[in-house]
Structures are given as C-alpha cells and as structure tokens.
C-alpha cells in the first residue's frame, strides 16, 4: 500500500495513489513495498524504509516550507518532497494495492508527536550507537563523539568520517544502544 498527500484539484481514478498519469491531479505517495516515493509527474526514487502492515505510518506537511515527510515506526525518514505549491489544498491519502487490507487513521499533533519522541531524543549521549538516514536515503550507523549547540552532536561514522549531525524529533535517526 501507500500513503500519502493528494491535491483538492485531483480527478478521482482507479489507479495507484502516486501513480496516477499526466493531468490526473497532484499526488504524492511513498510506496510501502519498495520504499520509493513518486508523484504524478512520473518522478520516483528510492527514499526510506519499506514498510508493510502492522506498521505505524505518519505523513508530515510542512507548508512554511513547501515540504512533506514520512514517519515509519516513529522513525523520521526525511523529506521526501520539496516546493510544494502553496496555492493548492492537500488532503490524506492511501493507496490500498490489494483485497482484504484494512488501516486505522488517527491525527497526531505535532505537541503528541514531540511528547512521543522526545524521550528517545533525551536519550542521545557520548557513546552512544545511532542510524542516520542523508538526504541520499542511505542510512549510516555511528558512533555519538560530542554535544553541540542546538541539538547538533559529532558524529564519527563506522567507515572513519566524521560529521555534525542535527538530532532532534524530526530528523531521521534512530538510536541503537544508548551509551555505548
């Protein structure tokens, strides 16, 4: 299945949400079998985790910033689009791709959201083993060096390179073991 956003302006129709074709509205969807998200316009690309039933999925719009994310098991994946247009309304979407699956939708406010991640954000210390996910969608596995200011913290990843990473509710890392 996928989940997603759809525009006010989009045609209803009997094929996949993400995958609809040219002029058919404005969707974007990130697919739970492959972990690639898509869109209308033909883009699609490999972003995030796969994800499946029994999971737990959140969809995040920016519209400040003109951005959407995803949310699989708690773990921020990132953003997955960029330059939303603001003139438009955008509604939920989920794409069922097969008989006799059944989902269950609950809103979760940002300050819900906050209170459910900000423990494991507390969490975060010197030592401690942590996934990250860059913008390319790979996740790199490391080691917390030093704090920062403002949720910044060095990172030194299991290939050598080193980084200053932000590691707040919102940004796609997922912690390991706690203190090292």
């Given at each position: 299945?996928?989940?997603?956003?759809?525009?006010?302006?989009?045609?209803?129709?009997?094929?996949?949400?993400?995958?609809?074709?040219?002029?058919?509205?404005?969707?974007?969807?990130?697919?739970?079998?492959?972990?690639?998200?898509?869109?209308?316009?033909?883009?699609?690309?490999?972003?995030?985790?796969?994800?499946?039933?029994?999971?737990?999925?959140?969809?995040?719009?920016?519209?400040?910033?003109?951005?959407?994310?995803?949310?699989?098991?708690?773990?921020?994946?990132?953003?997955?689009?960029?330059?939303l247009n603001p003139k438009?309304?955008?509604?939920?979407?989920?794409?069922?791709?097969?008989?006799?699956?059944?989902?269950?939708?609950?809103?979760?406010?940002?300050?819900?959201?906050?209170?459910?991640?900000?423990?494991?954000?507390?969490?975060?210390?010197?030592?401690?083993?942590?996934?990250?996910?860059?913008?390319?969608?790979?996740?790199?596995?490391?080691?917390?060096?030093?704090?920062?200011?403002?949720?910044?913290?060095?990172?030194?990843?299991?290939?050598?390179?080193?980084?200053?990473?932000?590691?707040?509710?919102?940004?796609?890392?997922?912690?390991?073991?706690?203190?090292?």
């Amino acid at each position: 299945f996928a989940v997603g956003l759809v525009a006010a302006n989009r045609r209803p129709s009997t094929v996949f949400l993400g995958c609809e074709g040219p002029f058919q509205g404005l969707g974007y969807a990130y697919q739970g079998a492959s972990g690639e998200i898509s869109t209308t316009q033909n883009i699609s690309k490999e972003y995030g985790v796969k994800f499946a039933a029994g999971d737990t999925l959140g969809v995040v719009l920016d519209c400040c910033q003109g951005t959407l994310s995803f949310i699989v098991n708690g773990t921020p994946q990132g953003i997955a689009f960029k330059n939303l247009n603001p003139k438009y309304s955008y509604y939920p979407a989920v794409g069922l791709h097969s008989k006799g699956l059944e989902l269950w939708i609950q809103h979760l406010s940002y300050s819900e959201f906050k209170n459910q991640r900000m423990p494991l954000v507390n969490e975060v210390e010197e030592g401690a083993k942590i996934r990250y996910q860059f913008a390319d969608g790979n996740w790199y596995e490391g080691t917390v060096m030093e704090r920062r200011p403002e949720s910044k913290w060095k990172v030194r990843f299991n290939d050598g390179d080193q980084g200053v990473l932000s590691l707040s509710i919102l940004d796609p890392f997922q912690l390991i073991e706690a203190d090292g």
